[in-house]
């Protein structure tokens, strides 16, 4: 019986271990203070724990009917309920009833989170309110413009997912543009300055809300999208950022659709139609927009199954590599996997040399999930398997090439076979539609921005000297942060640290002689979340680059390597994730999975770089030498890991273990 469970994931054996870990893993089960909390379903028990600012909250249907109960959760409003099992994310709790449905005798684990910076512990958010002597949208003009510019704007855009300098210190705001949009609304465009870097234009929409329009039932905006509640004698309303307005969202279509253009005091915008704008919308029945209230970087409108509309807060001015690659794969290639432009909005400013994108247009497309879902899903269940049917992995993946040599090999046959040949199949399509993507990107012949160029020794030179500005700057970094790395990890940081030399060493490499192949316009910052997986197939999306580099450094060509280094990093990070969060394993367990999380990735690794290989093969994009080619993809891969380690440093000390694991592993 014992090992009819142990072979069975689903048995009560597993089920049991991986509450236990659970518990271990969330000390307000066990020990926090207990809140029973009333419902309308005497046969739902739902009760708090809470413990060292940590809330866990229980659901249990006492019965063996399936029930459906609403709680008086408004205590914690504005707070977001997670499974803790597979970190799901529930509603966010409002002031009304919150309602579950469950099955006979189900429950759930949810793990309270605040919405966003901000609130307070039981989730109320204080609003700022502005008085003014003149109407909305007068006190742009008046004296009440200071107070909402200087105090009330700069702890909203700190609070901001897409307001990307929190950890600057913000000398203040200035108003540099008011635009008209209907309903009386303003398109702003505030500086920000700092004490330490140059100066950013952000881009923010408001809109008042009148009173009666926030009544119950009405259409009330979510508390989010708040700015101030506005108060004058002439009128009362809350002041909102327009992004939620279906006012402002329809001024969007309208100026993309008849080309629109509309001045302020400093310049004007302009709505810029795509060739295939007409062809995305015929047919529609409806185009009610929607905004997908999500924590990202921009902000995102729906119009009906028609249209996505990326909205960016931060503008710069210069040609968007987004904007300018999207419409050339539209217009000018046959390659398809990927959103259509539509179009765009653009703001140019009085003598300015060049626009700065406001919004782009393009095709809505449906998917299953993003491919880091599919591609952690898998990896989860993959380490599931190893745990019930499996010893430790035997085999020596030390000496292994980094290019694929066609054979996996006989050690790694059980890897193989609990992978299984769909997912394999998928990593597979994955690496075409990459290079499909490169040979789209390389097939311009006569327009000189997507004009594929030749390596030079002064192009290589640069990169190497980028690399190495890099390097250095990121381990100097290390070095001063060592204490904010976990004690387990801080041998290892030493090690990278103390590498130095060898990591610059191995970049140099890319400056040591002429390479093959070609530079073209790439993705730039490719990995599994710039990818939708549809079900059957992927769609690559997100074409602007690493945010933290300029427009002008964007749109530099680089070897189409780049993109494949970054995706393998990505295989690298699902590889490893599911063991940093758990995913309900034991601790006990962690180290027997580790010995099969490597083979796991260099199987993939393998099969997408066997697939992505075979359609780039004569294309001439790659060097034709097989040493050169693993030369400039270790490069690549190299400094993609030390990029990701001054990232974890300052956003995820915990998930530095993958970038020095990357790190050493290359090193070695």
């Known amino acids: 019986n014992v090992e009819t469970q142990e072979a069975n994931l689903s048995s009560l054996l597993w089920w049991t271990r991986r509450v236990i870990a659970m518990r271990r893993r969330h000390p307000a089960f066990s020990r926090g203070g207990v809140e029973i909390i009333s419902t309308d379903n005497s046969r739902v ?11 866990v909250l229980v659901v249990a249907n006492l019965s063996r009917f399936t029930q459906v109960a609403a709680a008086d959760l408004s205590a914690w409003r504005g ?32 793990l309270l989170t605040p919405a966003r910076a901000g609130r307070t512990r039981r989730g109320r958010v204080k609003t700022p309110v502005l008085k003014a002597e ?7 003009e008046g004296a009440a413009s200071d107070e909402l510019v ?7 855009l700190r609070s901001r997912r897409w307001f990307g300098s929190k950890g600057y210190t913000l000398r203040g705001l200035k108003l540099a543009e008011s635009i008209p949009s209907p309903g009386g609304g303003r398109i702003l465009l505030l500086e920000a300055t700092y004490a330490d870097r140059l100066p950013e234009s952000y881009l923010l929409p408001l809109c008042l809300v009148e009173e009666q329009e926030r009544r119950p039932g009405a259409g009330a905006p979510p508390e989010n999208a708040v700015v101030a509640d506005l108060r004058s004698p002439k009128i009362r309303g809350t002041l909102i950022d327009g992004t939620f307005h279906a006012g402002f969202q329809n001024f969007l279509l309208e100026m993309v659709r008849r080309g629109k253009k509309i001045k302020g005091k400093a310049g004007e915008l302009t709505g810029v139609k795509g060739k295939k704008l007409r062809q995305l919308l015929a047919g529609a ?22 249209l996505f509309v990326k909205l960016y807060r931060r503008l710069e001015e210069g040609l968007n590599p987004e904007v300018e690659i999207l419409r050339f794969l539209t217009e000018k290639t046959s390659f398809r996997n990927f959103p259509a432009f539509g179009g765009a909005i653009e703001y140019r400013r009085r003598g300015g040399r060049q626009p700065a994108t ?58 193989e076979k609990m992978i299984g040949g769909l997912f394999r199949e998928m990593v597979e399509l994955l690496g075409e539609r990459t290079a499909e993507l490169h040979l789209a990107l390389g097939s311009s012949g006569k327009i000189k921005d997507f004009k594929p160029e030749p390596f030079t020794f002064l192009y290589q030179r640069s990169v190497y000297q980028s690399m190495q500005q890099l390097t250095r700057k990121t381990l100097a970094g290390a070095a001063r942060s060592l204490s904010l790395v976990p004690r387990r990890l801080r041998s290892e940081a030493e090690a990278v640290i103390a590498a130095e030399k060898s990591i610059l060493e191995r970049m140099r490499a890319v400056a040591a002689r002429r390479f093959g192949g070609r530079k073209i316009r790439v993705h730039g910052d490719y990995h599994l979340g710039q990818v939708l997986y549809t079900g ?21 060509k680089q070897s189409p390597l780049k993109d494949v280094a970054g995706m ?15 995913s309900g394993f034991r601790e006990e367990d962690i180290p027997f999975l580790q010995s099969w999380v490597e083979p796991w990735f260099v199987l993939i690794r393998e099969t997408f770089l066997s697939a992505y290989l075979r359609k780039m093969a004569g294309s001439g994009l790659l060097p034709a030498d097989d040493k050169e080619l693993e030369t400039l993809l270790r490069v690549y891969l190299l400094e993609k890991a030390v990029y990701e380690l001054g990232y974890e440093l300052n956003h995820r000390p915990d998930w530095i273990s993958i970038p020095i694991r990357g790190i050493l592993s290359l090193l070695a």
Do not use: C, M
Request: aromatic letters at 14%; a negative charge.
């Open 285 to 306: 029945e409806s185009l009610e927009p929607r905004i997908l209230d999500v924590e990202q970087s921009n902000s995102a409108v729906l119009f009906g199954d028609r």
């Open 79 to 110: 707070f977001v309920p997670e499974e803790v099992f597979s970190k799901n994310r529930f509603p966010r709790i409002e002031k009304r009833p919150y309602t579950f449905t469950l099955g006979p005798y189900g429950h759930f684990w949810l």
């Open 358 to 415: 406001a919004a782009i247009f393009l095709q809505a497309v449906e998917s299953v999930s993003d491919a880091w879902s599919f591609v952690l899903d898998s990896a989860g269940r993959f380490l599931e398997r190893a745990l019930a049917e499996s010893g430790e992995f035997s085999g020596d993946l030390e000496d292994r090439p980094l290019l694929p040599s066609g054979d996996p090999g006989d050690f790694l046959a059980p890897v």
């Open 150 to 156: 200087e105090k009330i704007l700069p702890p909203f």
């Open 134 to 140: 003149e109407a909305w949208p007068a006190l742009l």
């Open 45 to 55: 028990l739902v009760f708090s724990r809470s413990l060292s600012g940590e809330t």
């Open 536 to 556: 059957k197939d992927f769609l690559i999306i997100d074409f602007e680059g690493e945010p933290a580099r300029s427009l002008s450094e964007r749109r530099l």
């Open 568 to 582: 393998i990093r990505s295989f690298h990070y699902a590889a490893y994730h599911p063991l940093l969060l758990g």
